[in-house]
């Protein structure tokens, strides 16, 4: 499934958040492949992705590891999916 995510960043820089984005790509290559990541400004990243397994996305979204992550960073999510018109 193509997807397309919002991230809202509120503690860190975009720089810091792409550091640990980027030290999770062993885990995310697991769910996801043929990943784009997107600055838009300082405070918000656009990653465009394709999951090939959904179940361990939200298994990974809800942890409370990620959770944990989130809170610290100030992170929020916003999950869309794509689709060819």
Partial sequence: MNTLIIVKISNVTYDEWKKKFDSDAEVQSKM????????????????????????????????????????ELGLSHEVYQLSKT
């Fill in 32 to 71: 996801m492949r043929n990943t784009l990541v997107g600055r838009v400004d300082e405070n918000t990243a656009m990653i465009s992705t394709e999951i090939f397994d959904q179940e361990m996305v939200g298994q990974f979204m809800t942890s409370d590891e990620f959770k944990k992550m989130e809170q």
